[in-house]
């Protein structure tokens, strides 16, 4: 069955280091997008991508870098210099149409413990 | 930057009854959407209802859009236990950058059995 696949699901960092949390799909979608979710909040954009190697800053992208070599993944990296990772993350795609006609399809999200 | 408010932001009911939440939003929109998130969980896509339509349906689902007074409504009708779930309101602006969606902060719904 065609879907997003998130990992890992739950990944624990110790401070200082880089980690990077992969995102596949085989929906064939063009766009791709990643998520930061805080307890009790909505969705904050961290960064999106259009079609392969090219991709824009969302609101939330300082800290953050990524990645779109291949149609069907789009890693998202926290690196040391995000100063509160800890955090769910989520990742999401849509087909060609984009936002203006269709629906986000999510993965299952991961989960980042700083310690 | 977060446009869309949903009120209540949390709402337990009996399963049976029925359940509403509001989206309330600021800015002129293409489209507006609703997605459901059971905890701990992804999001999944629940009804799109375009700025010209007034009322959709989706099985137990029946969305409202008023325009006019920039907001939008969530029935869930005889609801289960298995409804419980965190619901969220997103919104695509018919300016600026319309690639990105505009998200609430969510309503709580406890469905108890």
């Known amino acids: 069955d065609g879907g997003i696949t998130q990992s890992p699901k739950y990944l624990f960092r110790k401070e200082g280091q880089n980690v990077t949390l992969s995102c596949e799909q085989n929906l064939n979608h063009d766009a791709m997008y990643w998520y930061r979710q805080d307890p009790g909040q909505g969705l904050r954009l961290i960064y999106y991508?259009?079609?392969?190697?090219?991709?824009q800053k969302g609101d939330i992208a300082e800290g953050y870098s990524v990645s779109r070599e291949k149609k069907e993944s789009f890693p998202l990296t926290v690196t040391s210099a995000q100063k509160n990772p800890t955090a769910f993350y989520l990742c999401a795609s849509i087909n060609s149409g984009g936002v203006n006609t269709g629906e986000l399809f999510f993965g299952e999200g991961s989960r980042l413990t700083v310690l | 930057s977060q446009q869309g408010e949903e009120d209540p932001q949390a709402l337990s009911i009996q399963e049976g009854e029925n359940a509403t939440m509001n989206c309330s939003y600021k800015?002129?929109?293409?489209?507006l959407q609703w997605y459901r998130q059971n905890s701990g969980r992804g999001l999944v896509h629940l009804i799109l209802?375009?700025?010209n339509e007034r009322e959709k349906h989706s099985g137990r689902l029946r969305v409202t859009l008023d325009t006019s007074k920039k907001s939008s409504s969530l029935l869930i009708t005889a609801s289960r236990a298995a409804d419980t779930a965190s619901y969220f309101c997103?919104?695509?602006?018919?300016?600026?950058?319309?690639?990105?969606?505009?998200w609430g902060l969510g309503t709580s719904l406890a469905v108890n059995p």
């Open positions: 209802i375009r700025s």
């Open positions: 997103a919104t695509v602006p018919n300016a600026g950058n319309n690639r990105k969606l505009i």
């Open positions: 991508s259009q079609i392969v190697n090219d991709f």
């Open positions: 800015t002129s929109i293409n489209n």
